[in-house]
C-alpha cells in the first residue's frame, strides 16, 4: 500500500505539471487580461509554482505526510473538507449501483445457467456482451433523454432541486436525482458478474456430485440452492468487491452526465481548471479506495478457499 501511494503520488504529480493547462489562468478565470506580471508572480509565489518541480513535489509530500492535502484552488476550500463532503454524495450513488449491479448480475447469471442454451440463456448473454462495449457516458445520455426528457419521470440533473435551500430538500429529493445516475453505473456494471456466474454454475452443474444429486431427483431450484448456491455466490461476492475501480471509473463519467455533485465531477472540474492540490488528493483518494476494495477481495477469497491457505503453508514449509 506504501509503495503503490508513493509511486502514484510520484507519477501524478509529474503528469500534472506537464499539463498544458496554465493553473494561474485557471486560478484567475476571465480576470487574467487584467493581472500584471507582477501579480502573477505573487500567485505563483504563493501557491509554490515558482519553485522547481522536485522542491514542489517534496513540500507537497511533506504535507501530506503530516496530514495536510492543501488547499483546493477552485473551492478556497481544504482538499480533505472538499473530499469529504463530495464523498458522502459519491457514496450514496456507488454503494446503490453496486448493491443493484450485484444482485442483477447475479440473478441474470443464475438464470442464464439454469436455462443454458435456450433463449433466455442467448438473450442475457447478448445483454452482457452488449453492455460489456457500452461507454457509461453514452448509457447516461440515453437514460437521460428518455427517462427525463421525454419522459419527464426524474429530474434532468444535480443532487437536488434547483433553487431550493439546503433545509428544505427532503430525503425523497435526493433519492430521485439519484436513480437516473445509479441505473446507469448499475447497468453498466451487471455484466462482468452476469458472465462469471453463469460459466461458474454450469460447471458446478456439470459436477460428479450434482449429477449425483439429479439422480435421486433433485431439480431445478431445489438443486440450485442445495449445490450451487454455496459454490458460487461467494466468489461472485469477491468479484463484485474487485469491480471497485470500475465503479470509481464510470461514476466520474455518470456524475459528469448528471451534474451530480460526487468526486467524479471534483475530479473533472480539477484536472479542467488546473486546480493541482485538489486533483492529487483525489487521485491518492481513489487510489485508497480501489486497494481497499482490492484487500476485501483477497480477503474473502482467503476466507471462502481453503485451498489458498494450504497453498501458502506449503510454500513457508
Given at each position: 500500500?506504501a509503495?503503490?501511494?508513493?509511486?502514484?503520488s510520484?507519477?501524478s504529480?509529474?503528469?500534472?505539471?506537464?499539463?498544458p493547462?496554465?493553473p494561474?489562468q485557471?486560478?484567475?478565470?476571465?480576470?487574467?487580461l487584467?493581472v500584471s506580471?507582477?501579480?502573477?508572480?505573487r500567485?505563483e509565489?504563493?501557491?509554490g509554482?515558482?519553485e522547481?518541480?522536485?522542491?514542489?513535489?517534496?513540500?507537497?509530500g511533506?504535507?501530506?505526510?503530516s496530514?495536510d492535502?492543501?488547499?483546493?484552488?477552485?473551492?478556497?476550500?481544504?482538499?480533505?473538507?472538499?473530499?469529504?463532503?463530495?464523498?458522502?454524495?459519491s457514496?450514496?450513488?456507488?454503494?446503490?449501483a453496486w448493491?443493484?449491479?450485484?444482485?442483477?448480475?447475479?440473478?441474470?447469471?443464475?438464470?442464464?445457467?439454469m436455462k443454458?442454451?435456450t433463449?433466455?440463456?442467448?438473450?442475457i448473454?447478448?445483454?452482457?456482451?452488449t453492455?460489456?462495449?457500452?461507454?457509461?457516458f453514452?448509457?447516461g445520455?440515453?437514460?437521460?433523454?428518455?427517462?427525463a426528457?421525454w419522459?419527464?419521470?426524474?429530474?434532468?440533473?444535480m443532487?437536488?432541486?434547483?433553487?431550493?435551500?439546503?433545509?428544505d430538500?427532503?430525503?425523497?429529493d435526493?433519492?430521485?436525482?439519484?436513480?437516473?445516475?445509479?441505473?446507469?453505473?448499475s447497468i453498466i456494471g451487471?455484466?462482468?458478474?452476469?458472465?462469471?456466474?453463469r460459466q461458474?454454475?454450469?460447471?458446478?452443474?456439470?459436477?460428479?456430485?450434482?449429477?449425483?444429486a439429479?439422480?435421486?431427483?433433485?431439480?431445478g431450484f431445489t438443486l440450485?440452492?442445495r449445490?450451487?448456491?454455496?459454490n458460487i455466490a461467494l466468489p461472485?461476492?469477491?468479484?463484485?468487491?474487485?469491480?471497485?475501480?470500475?465503479?470509481?471509473g464510470?461514476?466520474?463519467?455518470?456524475?459528469?452526465?448528471f451534474s451530480y455533485?460526487?468526486?467524479?465531477?471534483?475530479?473533472?472540474?480539477?484536472?479542467l481548471?488546473?486546480?493541482?492540490?485538489?486533483?492529487?488528493?483525489?487521485?491518492?483518494?481513489?487510489?485508497i479506495?480501489?486497494?481497499?476494495?482490492n484487500?476485501?477481495a483477497d480477503?474473502i477469497?482467503?476466507?471462502?478457499?481453503?485451498?489458498?491457505?494450504k497453498?501458502?503453508?506449503?510454500?513457508a514449509k
Amino acid at each position: 500500500m506504501a509503495s503503490l501511494l508513493v509511486a502514484i503520488s510520484f507519477l501524478s504529480f509529474l503528469l500534472v505539471k506537464q499539463s498544458p493547462i496554465d493553473p494561474i489562468q485557471a486560478y484567475v478565470g476571465a480576470d487574467m487580461l487584467n493581472v500584471s506580471p507582477e501579480q502573477r508572480e505573487r500567485i505563483e509565489e504563493y501557491w509554490g509554482l515558482n519553485e522547481p518541480i522536485m522542491e514542489q513535489f517534496w513540500s507537497w509530500g511533506s504535507a501530506i505526510l503530516s496530514g495536510d492535502l492543501g488547499t483546493s484552488m477552485i473551492y478556497r476550500l481544504p482538499v480533505s473538507e472538499v473530499i469529504g463532503e463530495r464523498f458522502i454524495n459519491s457514496i450514496a450513488l456507488m454503494s446503490t449501483a453496486w448493491v443493484l449491479s450485484g444482485i442483477i448480475g447475479f440473478s441474470m447469471g443464475v438464470l442464464a445457467a439454469m436455462k443454458k442454451d435456450t433463449w433466455i440463456d442467448r438473450i442475457i448473454k447478448w445483454y452482457c456482451y452488449t453492455l460489456a462495449s457500452t461507454p457509461t457516458f453514452w448509457m447516461g445520455l440515453l437514460l437521460l433523454i428518455v427517462f427525463a426528457v421525454w419522459l419527464n419521470w426524474f429530474p434532468v440533473g444535480m443532487g437536488v432541486p434547483a433553487g431550493v435551500l439546503a433545509e428544505d430538500v427532503n430525503i425523497m429529493d435526493r433519492i430521485k436525482h439519484l436513480i437516473l445516475p445509479a441505473l446507469t453505473l448499475s447497468i453498466i456494471g451487471v455484466a462482468n458478474i452476469a458472465l462469471h456466474t453463469r460459466q461458474k454454475l454450469i460447471e458446478v452443474l456439470s459436477s460428479d456430485y450434482v449429477v449425483f444429486a439429479r439422480a435421486r431427483g433433485e431439480k431445478g431450484f431445489t438443486l440450485f440452492w442445495r449445490h450451487g448456491l454455496r459454490n458460487i455466490a461467494l466468489p461472485a461476492i469477491t468479484l463484485q468487491f474487485a469491480a471497485f475501480s470500475e465503479l470509481f471509473g464510470g461514476a466520474v463519467l455518470a456524475e459528469q452526465v448528471f451534474s451530480y455533485p460526487g468526486l467524479g465531477q471534483a475530479t473533472v472540474e480539477a484536472g479542467l481548471r488546473g486546480d493541482v492540490p485538489l486533483l492529487l488528493g483525489l487521485v491518492l483518494f481513489s487510489a485508497i479506495f480501489v486497494f481497499v476494495g482490492n484487500l476485501i477481495a483477497d480477503i474473502i477469497y482467503r476466507v471462502v478457499d481453503p485451498r489458498t491457505r494450504k497453498e501458502q503453508s506449503y510454500a513457508a514449509k
